[in-house]
């Protein structure tokens, strides 16, 4: 059960109440005790007084005595002796039951009734004398003049209680006294013992409070060596904020690193921020600010608000420039007492993420701009897009030359911008021809420069080029990428797209013997014809061929390579120039099929069959006349490359121009009842693709032959 909801302090309560009481029960008993030494000081003293009055009644009385013998008034000594039997009588009255009396001076004082046991005794005593002492003169004081005998006979009286009551009186002075003395003794013992217990109970709450403090100072300390150690390791910027946006005196160490300073403590935020950001900034954030302390603003609510969520900042840099960042600032309220008293910020240096986010945004646009650029691409015909590049450069080329030219007067200027306004509008007529909008919309936001150039007139100089220059270079960039998205589409045509939909058979096919022979034997012919080569395989190990075609294709291959290398590959510079890469390709497929049949691809990513000199070649050799070979299609121009001896070319040496080699292999498939294809585009590519059934038995003897003529 909890003591009053005191928790850790009730201890220290229990400890002040039991000294307050303490206290309280000391001046309570002191203040009793010392009003009844007071009231035994004024009983000793009217003790004393008694002693007085009973000889003041018995030297009045003598006097009385004397004055009645002479014969001589004693009015006044009759006044006297009454005012002392009054005065006796009443005191020892109060003495017995309690009740006021005449004090000195006429003041009246009250006497207790006195209890002790031995005083009453006196009392008693005494009132045994007193009585008939007081009667006698009584009697005496009703005659105002009264005679001799009487007199003397109250005389003798008095003589004979005068004594006994001094005696008594002396001993009730002596008793109260003693009373009063033990009490004197009763409050001492009470003060000492209260001193005592209020001594020993301040000591138990000094005792408990240092080991209270000693706690709370070892508490404080970790508590500070905690906090102190959190805002040193962290990572991110840590401070409170007061309603006149004061940073407080605590904050992180990383805080320092983030806004390049050292001074934050008691810094004003917002003069903090002039001058790192803009003034707009500063004006927002203020009454951000303002709204966060307010008590009726949802903090969820005007979050979205906060103009310093992701903000640029810009530091000097000490040597004359200036550092920018990304800065975050998150802000809490904190609460006390169910009133907003602080924010709690929060910052970071996000300058890496949003140069991140930024470079990956700019990649993402790349790309889609890219993609966007390849597909126009696919949609353009080849030869078409080849020839519009081509057109492209040297019109940029001349448009360049233009803009260096320095021209010097005005009249020169407005006719080279006539110009270049003539070159670039036929260029964008180009590009939309072609297809290529994007570029074409390009070239219109330059002629849109080069139109208000154009109508400056006589205010036209050489800085008006300027912009102009900036945008065309953004256009060479433009058609050096489009021809950079040509070339890779043609390396990726030239390298993949022989047989797309085919897997290879044997991934270790590639490294068989005959592959690799195949392979340096292209390499050796290009080498041979200035060329450069690269043969790619798929397919099975040609030596796992059902015979006899596993000792005949490699010929009928060799064949292939040789035609494709001499005839069909361009040179290096030739492939450049057409947006190829140096080397050609040579793809290869060799698949043996389920029913026992094999199927052969051969494709090369060269000049293609020019039909143009097959027509020329067979003119030449008498194979038809000129009229015949206009008239002849594609298709049966390209059988004439199978007749023996036709060859395009007009000299043979060793490797080529015999017209052997793609003769020696259609008489091949015929024997062995297979099937030969052809694919072809002026200066994309060649395709062979070859079909052979299952051999049979007499064929392995025409296999044998074949290879013999071959060598």
């Not at 009396?101 to 009734?113: F, N």
């Not at 975050?328 to 006390?336: A, D, I, L, S, T």
């Amino acid at each position: 059960m909890r003591f009053f909801g005191l928790g850790k302090y009730r201890v220290i309560v229990l400890t002040v109440a039991m000294f307050l009481v303490f206290d309280l029960g000391v001046l309570v008993l002191n203040f009793v005790i010392s009003s009844q030494i007071a009231a035994d000081a004024l009983a000793v003293n009217m003790a004393g007084r008694q002693r007085m009055l009973s000889q003041r009644a018995a030297k009045t009385l003598w006097q009385i005595n004397e004055r009645t013998v002479a014969g001589q008034p004693a009015s006044g000594e009759m006044a006297e002796l009454t005012e002392a039997v009054a005065l006796f009588d009443e005191t020892l009255t109060a003495f017995r039951q309690g009740g006021s009396v005449r004090g000195g001076a006429g003041v009246v004082v009250t006497l207790d009734r006195i209890d002790d046991a031995e005083a009453i005794a006196i009392l008693q005593r005494t009132n045994a004398v007193w009585e008939p002492y007081r009667a006698r003169i009584t009697s005496l004081l009703a005659n105002p003049a009264p005679d001799i005998d009487a007199v003397r006979s109250a005389l003798d009286v008095a003589r004979g209680a005068n004594l006994e009551l001094l005696k008594l009186m002396n001993e009730l002075t002596s008793q109260v006294e003693v009373t009063a003395a033990a009490k004197a003794t009763t409050l001492r013992a009470v003060q000492i013992g209260g001193i005592t217990l209020a001594t020993a109970n301040f000591v138990l709450i000094l005792f408990h409070f240092l080991r209270k403090l000693r706690q709370g100072d070892a508490l404080l300390e970790q508590a500070k060596k905690e906090t102190d150690d959190i805002l040193v390791t962290v990572n991110e910027g840590l401070f409170l904020l007061d309603r006149n946006f004061r940073i407080g005196s605590q904050h992180s160490h990383a805080l320092e690193g983030i806004l390049g300073r050292s001074d934050l403590g008691g810094a004003d935020f917002v003069d903090l921020l002039r001058g790192i950001v803009t003034e707009k900034t500063v004006g927002m954030s203020r009454d951000y600010l303002d709204l966060l302390f307010g008590e009726r603003v949802n903090e969820k609510l005007v979050g979205s608000l906060n103009p310093l969520d992701v903000v640029e900042v810009h530091f000097d840099d000490q040597r004359g420039g200036f550092v920018t960042k990304y800065l975050e600032f998150r802000f809490n309220r904190v609460r006390e007492g169910g009133v907003v008293a602080h924010l709690l910020v929060t910052a970071n240096d996000v300058t890496k993420r949003v140069q991140l986010e930024r470079a990956l945004k700019e990649a993402h646009e790349r790309a889609k701009g890219q993609m966007d650029l390849l597909v126009e691409v696919l949609q353009v015909e080849p030869d078409a897009l080849r020839d519009f590049l081509a057109a492209a450069a040297v019109c940029l080329d001349k448009v360049n030359t233009l803009l260096r030219e320095r021209t010097a007067s005005a009249a020169d200027r407005r006719e080279a911008v006539i110009a270049i306004y003539r070159l670039l509008h036929g260029l964008k007529g180009d590009a939309s021809g072609v297809g290529l909008s994007g570029l074409a919309e390009s070239i219109h936001e330059v002629e849109d420069l080069v139109v208000g150039l154009r109508e400056k007139h006589a205010t036209l100089d050489g800085n008006d080029f300027l912009p102009l220059t900036v945008r065309l270079e953004r256009l060479f960039t433009q058609v050096d990428a489009l021809r950079g998205v040509v070339n890779r589409f043609a390396q990726i045509r030239g390298v993949v797209a022989v047989e797309p939909a085919r897997a290879a058979t044997e991934p270790d096919a590639a490294q068989a013997p005959q592959v690799r022979r195949w392979r340096e034997f292209a390499t050796r012919l290009a080498e041979k014809q200035g060329k450069h080569v690269q043969l790619h395989y798929h397919g099975v190990d040609p030596a796992t061929l059902a015979s006899p075609y596993r000792e005949a294709l490699p010929t009928v291959v060799n064949q292939f390579i040789r035609n494709a290398v001499v005839h069909g590959l361009e040179k290096p510079e030739q492939r450049l120039a057409q947006g190829k890469p140096a080397a050609g390709n040579i793809a290869l497929y060799l698949a043996a099929r389920e029913d026992g049949g094999v199927d052969l691809s051969f494709r090369d990513d060269g000049a293609g069959l020019q039909l143009a000199a097959i027509r020329q070649a067979a003119i030449e050799r008498g194979l038809l006349s000129a009229s015949e070979a206009e008239a002849c299609d594609a298709r049966r121009l390209v059988e004439l490359i199978f007749r023996p001896a036709f060859s395009t070319r007009s000299s043979a040496d060793e490797d080529g121009g015999r017209g052997v080699g793609l003769d020696v292999i259609r008489n091949y498939v015929n024997e062995w009842g297979g099937n030969i294809r052809i694919g072809s585009t002026p200066r994309e590519y060649c395709h062979f693709r070859i079909s052979l059934p299952r051999p049979s038995p007499q064929l392995s003897a025409g296999a044998a032959r074949i290879n013999g003529e071959a060598a």
